[in-house]
């Protein structure tokens, strides 16, 4: 079982230099580490009148040290640290140190491997691996805004419904050709968490863990952007495309938030003074347009579609809605070409506009 016997044979002869194959272990789970010596008996070329010069090797299996991911042989917060700077694409990890960095063994490495070597330190739990995982719930919902030239904007990140948070993983996109990334300040309420966030291009990278789960509701941070000069779109689209909370499956492209573009006198965008229902972009549209409205205060809003017959086809937007600037995306996919309409409805303001479905 020890030895492995190869043989080949084939019309055309092999000249050159390369790999001639490949071999494919598989390591046992109980194997520990070490150096596994992998030797050449024999080798021979056609008729073996040919000298064939063979250098032996062997595979180094690593031997997981679970939460010592900065190899000084010792699990300290500064491992949970190293973690979230790995996932913040602030640094890298060699093999070794991913192995030791994954302590509850689901083949990944998150940031909720963070909060477990936390709670390992201070002593919550006793061992690792630690492959019991809490699951967690909540949604963070990013609301649309307006900017000027020259000013700024300062968007709240909201988390609704959390429960079970001791870790997260968020990455939030923008278009860096129309926004500068100024900054991101985290609430209060993730004081005892660890924190770390970095920006790559046209994505900012937040994650975080903890002990304990620290918040549940409200405000979980302020990310704050710049308009760049001589910009010319109308608007631009902020997007939250993943969030992973604990160990939960990653969700992606879960919240929109679109930043209309105010091209009047500089300075900081207020809230608007009037209502108004703008016509949706573009128009005519194939299969998705986008619809902005603009409350000047809160109030419940309906958004509705109906066809040529005045029947209802879908319901956008029924819910309380803060003063400002919000957009609605319909998409059209299901349905046939024509016109339609979209009404909207919040306290004594009601508007109605034409769009065309064009396939």
Known sequence: DSVLYTAFAGSDSITGSGVLFKLKFVVPANLGGGFIPINFNYAIFNTGSVYVHTTSGGVNILAPHYGDVDLNNIVQAYD???????????????????????????????????????????????????????????????????????????????????????????????????????????????????????????????VGAATNPGISEGNFATVKFSLKPNVSAEDTRIILSKLRLNENAVVANSDTALISIINSIPGDVSLPTE?????????????????????????????????????????????????????????????????????????????????????
């Open 80 to 206: 949970a640290a190293t973690i979230l700077q790995y996932l913040a694409n602030m640094i890298a990890l060699n093999r070794q140190q991913k192995l030791n960095a994954d302590v509850t063994l689901d083949n990944t490495i998150s940031a909720y491997d963070a909060s477990i070597i936390l709670q390992y330190v201070v002593h919550i739990i006793d061992t690792l691996p630690h492959t019991s995982v809490t699951l967690a719930s909540g949604k963070l919902k990013i609301p649309d805004g307006a900017i000027q030239p020259l000013g700024f904007i300062e968007l709240p990140v909201n988390l609704v419904n959390g429960n079970n948070i001791y870790s997260f993983e968020a990455e939030i996109n923008f278009d860096s050709e129309i926004l500068q990334y100024e900054s991101v300040v985290f609430s209060a309420a993730l004081s005892g968490y660890v924190k770390q966030s970095n920006t790559i291009e046209n994505k900012l990278i937040i």
């Open 275 to 359: 209502y108004l229902l703008s016509q949706n972009y573009p128009n005519p549209f194939n299969p998705a347009t986008t619809i902005k409205y603009q409350l000047p205060e809160a109030s419940h809003v309906t958004l509705k579609i109906y066809n040529v017959m005045g029947e209802l086809v879908q319901v956008l937007i029924d819910e309380e809605k803060p003063a400002g600037y919000h957009h609605a995306d319909f998409n059209a996919a299901r349905l046939s070409s024509g016109i339609y309409f979209y009404r909207i409805s919040s306290g004594s303001f009601t508007d109605i506009k034409k769009m065309i479905l064009v396939k």
